[in-house]
Every structure is written in structure tokens, then in C-alpha cells.
């Protein structure tokens, strides 16, 4: 199936995906990283799934399916010849052990149907040794260990348990999936109808905490966008993943497959800002925690990225048993760009905790004394080439993006000094500042072309120059702001969408072959960006064309590729969905943390 195919649901510690055929293809348990247990998306059904859905020749995609309002609990529905069905998909939010529930409902007429459960550890690799046991199915292999609770008797052959079963109008029948460490005593039964209505009651409460602060036509995109945020956090410590996948192509076939189970340091404003604005103060605030935890320690080692618990090493490794999405090879787990130098997220993070605390969070001393130790690192290193924003896995080269945010990690280093009293080195501060600010004038525009560069050393363009207003570094009406948003819009733009730079820089500038799709972060950012430069027809425009790629549930990937009509990249993709709500905010006027307006000077 397509990517956009598939809807997920989890329990804010993992994730699985579900597809319109009633097939679930994607699970890792029991955190977004951990192995996956099924792991047909990637590979084949033999590398595990487990697929519910009418009984017959092929497979059927579903009539219809959606989210119940405000949550994250999927309903796929069949209608057939002899009557109409019902699927309902949920993750409860864990207590000891993570719970998959599956309640085939018959909503009318008479409908036989079919399962099949392929159990496989360790990315499909690991055939696990089953049993039964008082009438349960328990599937062992390693440290992991699965049970599952079957209304209807399942039949092993062929390395698969199988069943078919009829039901009529108003039958019911519950299946449970519950994951344990194989050491472990056997765990305590979960009453699917009870747990459905606490999941249903629990998700409700925290969409109804939500103010989208939006026209009212954008509401419903941004609601579903928080709940996708939500469902990508890991609980226990506030950490957000950015997909819960990994190696869905940016090229279909190609080569581009990337893991992004992790916790990226970029994220962290934006996704401060989109929580903050629509009232989840809570959540900010254990993002905020989260990310001083991981960052704790010499700056010199602060890294781009991490894993949900604060972990810092993820090893890159190829999964050769696995052919990919698509046959787009190779499969990865880790990411390597861990080891990058990437001078923006050291602004991303001062720029976060100023705006938590311009916001209201109250801060410690310890995070005043983060900050500055991030400050003497940056002093030392600003003017040095880096990987940049991309992650590119070529030569490293003078960004203008990375230098801009050097820009930001000064200026708001500054504004916690004047703004709350911090102490700090504030004159060599504002000569940093402007010292910056001035080489990226001088070096990274381009007067003939009244544009701002992607480097220092190039001419070619970058959709992340589009951030510049949104950073302060120059008014939104600035001229150069302007020619910029012009000249990306005349080179950047393939098939109504942004381009992140351009096709035929991919090769020398990334270290990549192949192509890929229109990165759907930077056709938000040009719609803001339009917005804020007063453009609001246009932005408008551009918005609901983006909104409008979301799939049947209100779900992005990572790209849009026009080339096929598809998604592409890993999904659902939390650097797609946040942009989205700021562009909404934006375009009703409602920015409520400290953006440009209160950055100015």
C-alpha cells in the first residue's frame, strides 16, 4: 500500500500503523526504537504483521475509516454484499505492559471474516517459538516475549496463525496483543471494552484542553496535527520522536531511508511554540525537561539529535534481511548523522528556552548556567563550516541558515539578561551578535539576485532562508527578505511545491544520489513567510493545497512527491505537522509566544 494508506495509533511510548486493508505492518516494542515486531512495511508479510479484515479472495480495502473525534482510536469499516463491519484499533495508554486491542464489531447485516498473525522479532528476523497456553497464544524469542488473546480458536501452518469467524448485526469480538520481556511472569489480562472506553475518556480530556486559537476552518487540521504530536511522545520522560518509522524512502527505490525514532534538538522550538499556543503548558514544560536532561554535560558534546530517554549513542547498521519499501534499500537502524556538527541547534536550543520562559515557564539557575557553557562554546566555533539543517553527507560548508541561528543563540542570550536579570558577558555578547549579523549580510547575499545563498560559497538557493523573518534576524518587509522569498519561489518551486535546494546541487552537496520529493516543511514555511510578508491570498492559497495532501485521517509524511501523487518518507512525520500549526497561527493573526513581533531590535 501507499504511505498514505496506513493511520497509527500507540500509547505515547510506542506506535503501530495500520493499513485500509486492515493490516497492521509497523510495530516496535516496548519504545518507538525498539525492534520491530512487525514488520511487513519494510519488507514482506513474512517479516510480520497482523492483517483482520472480510474473508474471501484478496484483500479488501476498507469503505471508510476515520479517528473517533478528539483521539487516537481508528475505526476502519467494510461495507460488503451480505452486510457491513466494523474494526476498532486502539493502544491503550500503558500501565505495566503495552496492549494492542483489535474489536470487530458487525454493525449490520451478517459478515464473515478472517485473521492472520505473523509474529516476527527483531525486524522481522527472529521466528518466534509459539505455544498455547489456557487457551492463549504466547510467541517467544529472546528477550522478547508476546501473547495474544483470541476470542476465536487460531490455527498455526505456515509460520502464521489463521482464523475465520462469522458475525451478525451486534456481535462483538475483542482481540488482545500484549508485549512482555520474555523473563518476566505471564501479564495481567486487560478487558478490552473497559480499556476502549478509559482510552476514548482519556484522549477526550486532552483534546478538550486544546485552544486552537485558528479560523475556524483550520481547527480541525490543527487539533488532529497536536494529537499526532502527542501520540509521537514517549511519556515517561516528555521526549517527541519525529516519525515512528524508519527507512520509508524520500525516493521511492532509492537510497534516501533515514531513522527518525529519535528526539531531534531542531524540533524543539517549534514544537515548544505549537504546544505552548494551543494550551499544553504541560507537555512544553516536560519537552523543556527532557531537553536540558540530554543536552547536560560538556557543549562541545552536545549532539543533533537523541534517543526518547536522553540516550546518545545510535549507531547506524544496515538490515540487510529487510528489501525496503518499494525495494528502496538500503533498510536502516541508527543514524549516523548523530556524529554531525550542526552550529543551528546550538540557537534552536537557546531560542527554546527563551521562549518557554518569555512564555511563563519558570526556569532554574541550572538552565541559565546551560545556556551560557552553550554560549562559550559558540563563541569559540561559530565561524566554522558544518552539515547544516539537511544533515548533508557531503563536505561541510558555510550554511547561511547556521550561521543565522549563531545569530539567535547571541541575541537570545541577550534578551534572558536584559528580559530577567540573568547574568552574563552582555557587550562581547552584542559584539558577537553584530559581527554575525554583518558577515551574513556581507557573505551569504547576493545583491545582483537580491537574495540571501544557501552558503557562503554557493549560489544556489535554500527553502531555510524562509526562516529568516521568523528568527528576527530581518523584518518580514525587509527588501532582502523580499527578493528571497521571490527567487525561492522562482527556482525552489516543482509542481506547486517547495523544493528543500535544488535537483541538480543534490549530488555535490548532499554526498546522495537520487532524488526526492517536496519536503512539505518548506511549502509551510513559504506559506508563513508569504504571510508574514503581508502576501495573505497567496498564503492562503498555498496552505489549503498542502492541507489538502493529508491523507483520509489528517495525516502528513515527510514529503510530497509530485512526480507520482504520493507521500513519500517517514511517517507520520512531527516536522510536517508542526509547521502546519504554526501557518495556521500565523495565518489567523494568534502567535501567541515571542516570535518576530516581540524579537525586533
Not at 301 to 320: C, K, S
Not at 332 to 337: T, V, Y
Not at 355 to 369: I, Y
Request: hydrophobic share 40%; aromatic share 10%.
Amino acid at each position: 500500500m501507499r504511505i498514505e494508506d496506513y493511520a497509527m495509533i500507540g500509547d505515547m511510548q510506542s506506535a503501530a500503523l495500520v493499513g485500509r486493508d486492515g493490516s497492521i505492518d509497523w510495530l516496535c516494542l516496548p519504545r518507538f526504537d525498539s525492534p520491530a515486531c512487525f514488520a511487513a512495511l519494510l519488507g514482506e508479510e513474512r517479516n510480520g504483521h497482523w492483517w483482520i479484515g472480510p474473508a474471501g479472495p484478496g484483500r479488501q480495502l476498507s469503505t471508510r475509516r476515520r479517528y473517533r473525534e478528539g483521539t487516537l482510536i481508528l475505526e476502519t469499516e467494510w461495507d460488503t454484499e451480505s452486510g457491513t463491519v466494523r474494526v476498532t484499533d486502539f493502544m491503550p495508554p500503558r500501565q505495566a505492559n503495552p496492549d494492542l486491542v483489535r474489536i470487530v464489531e458487525c454493525v449490520a447485516g451478517s459478515v464473515e471474516m478472517a485473521t492472520e498473525i505473523r509474529i516476527r522479532f527483531d525486524y522481522g528476523r527472529i521466528v518466534p517459538w509459539v505455544r498455547r497456553s489456557n487457551g492463549l497464544l504466547q510467541a517467544v524469542g529472546g528477550p522478547d516475549s508476546v501473547w495474544v488473546h483470541s476470542p476465536v480458536p487460531l490455527q498455526g501452518g505456515d509460520y502464521a496463525h489463521k482464523a475465520t469467524f462469522r458475525l451478525s448485526a451486534g456481535d462483538r469480538m475483542p482481540f488482545v496483543f500484549t508485549w512482555h520481556p520474555s523473563h518476566s511472569s505471564v501479564p495481567e489480562q486487560i478487558d478490552p471494552i473497559v480499556e476502549l472506553a478509559e482510552t476514548e475518556a482519556i484522549w477526550k480530556r486532552w483534546s478538550a484542553r486544546c485552544e486552537p486559537r485558528t479560523e475556524q476552518q483550520w481547527e480541525e487540521p490543527v487539533l488532529r496535527s497536536l494529537i499526532t504530536l502527542k501520540a509521537l511522545t514517549y511519556a515517561p520522560t516528555g521526549g517527541i520522536v519525529a516519525a515512528p518509522t524508519t527507512s520509508l524512502p524520500e525516493d521511492l527505490g532509492g537510497e534516501r531511508n533515514w531513522d527518525y525514532r529519535y528526539c531531534w534538538l531542531r524540533d524543539a522550538t517549534m514544537t515548544l511554540d505549537a504546544l505552548i499556543c494551543a494550551g499544553y503548558v504541560e507537555e512544553a514544560r516536560d519537552w523543556r525537561e527532557w531537553l536540558l536532561r540530554a543536552i547536560a554535560g560538556r557543549p562541545q558534546d552536545l549532539q543533533i539529535m537523541y534517543g526518547v530517554a536522553g540516550e546518545r549513542r545510535l549507531p547506524e547498521m544496515e538490515v540487510p534481511w529487510l528489501d525496503g519499501y518499494e525495494d528502496s534499500r538500503p533498510v536502516r537502524i541508527g543514524n549516523g548523522a548523530v556524529e554531525q556538527l550542526q552550529l543551528d541547534v546550538y540557537g534552536e536550543v537557546l531560542n527554546c528556552l527563551f521562549v518557554s520562559r518569555a512564555s511563563g515557564l519558570m526556569a532554574s539557575q541550572r538552565t541559565w548556567s546551560i545556556q551560557r557553557s552553550l554560549m562559550d562554546f559558540l563563541e569559540s566555533h561559530w565561524d566554522e563550516p558544518d552539515e547544516g539543517l539537511w544533515e548533508i553527507r557531503g563536505p561541510r560548508r558555510h550554511f547561511v541558515h547556521s550561521k543565522v541561528m549563531a545569530w539567535v543563540a547571541a541575541d537570545r542570550a541577550i534578551k534572558q539578561v536584559e528580559m530577567f536579570g540573568q547574568s552574563g558577558p552582555l557587550d562581547r555578547w552584542r559584539v558577537l551578535r553584530d559581527r554575525i549579523h554583518a558577515e551574513v549580510l556581507e557573505k551569504g547575499y547576493d545583491p545582483a539576485r537580491n537574495t540571501f545563498t544557501q552558503s557562503y560559497d554557493s549560489h544556489e538557493l535554500d527553502a531555510s532562508l524562509l526562516l529568516i523573518p521568523q528568527t528576527g534576524f530581518l523584518p518580514p518587509d525587509d527588501p532582502r527578505v523580499i527578493g528571497t522569498i521571490d527567487a525561492v519561489e522562482r527556482e525552489l518551486m516543482s509542481d506547486g511545491f517547495l523544493l528543500r535546494y535544488p535537483l541538480a546541487e543534490r549530488s555535490t552537496v548532499d554526498g546522495l544520489s537520487g532524488g526526492e520529493g517536496a519536503f512539505l516543511a518548506c511549502s509551510f514555511w513559504l506559506a508563513e513567510a508569504r504571510a508574514m510578508a503581508g502576501r495573505r491570498r497567496e498564503a492562503v492559497e498555498l496552505f489549503e493545497r498542502l492541507l489538502a495532501l493529508r491523507n483520509d485521517v489528517g495525516l502528513l509524511a515527510e514529503e510530497y512527491d509530485p512526480r507520482y501523487g504520493r507521500q513519500v518518507g517517514n511517517f507520520p512525520q512531527a516536522f510536517s505537522h508542526v509547521p502546519l500549526i504554526h501557518t495556521a497561527h500565523t495565518l489567523s493573526r494568534a502567535s501567541c509566544t515571542p516570535r518576530y513581533a516581540e524579537l525586533r531590535g
